[in-house]
């Protein structure tokens, strides 16, 4: 039995196992790698579960733990494991609680008129194939993109694609088909220098880029690509479901934990 179940490498789910962690709450906080594990709190009221976790096995394991909250603080483009966790709390009758996530950059910055955005990973790639087939790509969708990257004409010569320092990431490139010359493994957020000087040495002339916001570095990677006259095309961040700010949550857990 445990309290509480989190979901979430993000940075709103580190500050929720924090809380967890100075206030003796047993829980149990689900991330998806390695790299998510090692940024959260040791302690012995905490127990870390890494790895994906399919809905049957995130049944049994609601089923086991009959935890009195979750909550879903996953990234906000991963609205698939969201969905299975509303499903399975839904099931079993269980007090879900998820984390809003408001607009973190104004949209005069990402409505701007150079670049353009997209709803989908598949709208930008057909946008991608209808243009110029020489160009040379710079991607900073991360490793969980690189198997829909491969349908970019050409990709294995013109797709660069950076991703996180670490194995399960490099794996997923690699198995794509990606070859090692063009995987740049580095943990940001980066400066705009460091930006630039990668777009300079991969020559790229278009950039892929998440709406990740400002603690994400995306200031300063729309500003070199700006500098480089680079063609800037945008994931849109998927809608927020309705949710609480992290100061909301804490409050009901304390409610709910009495």
Known sequence: MTDIILFGGTAEGRRLADFLADEHIDSIICVVSEYGRSLLPICENICIRCGKLPKEEMFDLFIKERPKLVIDATHPYASHISGTITDVCKELSIKQLAVHRAAVLPRSITNA???????????????????????????????????????????????????????????????????????????????????????????ASTLLTKESGVAGGFIEKIEAARELGMNILLLKRP????????????????????
């Not at 996180?164 to 957020?189: Q, W």
């Not at 809608?239 to 009495?258: T, V």
């Open 239 to 258: 809608l927020s479901i309705e949710g609480l700010s992290i100061d909301e949550i804490i409050k009901e857990i304390r409610r709910i934990l009495g």
């Open 113 to 203: 008129d150079d670049i353009t955005s997209f709803d989908t990973i598949d709208e930008m790639i057909d946008y991608i194939n209808g243009q110029d087939v020489n160009c040379t790509i710079f991607s900073s969708l991360g490793a969980k993109s690189c198997s829909s990257l491969t349908k970019i004409k050409g990709y294995k010569e013109r797709v660069y694609t950076r991703i996180l320092p670490v194995e399960d990431s490099l794996r997923e490139a690699l198995s794509a088909g990606f070859s090692p010359k063009h995987i740049i493994c580095m943990h940001g957020p980066f400066s705009k220098n460091i930006n630039r000087a990668m777009f300079e040495e991969t020559n």
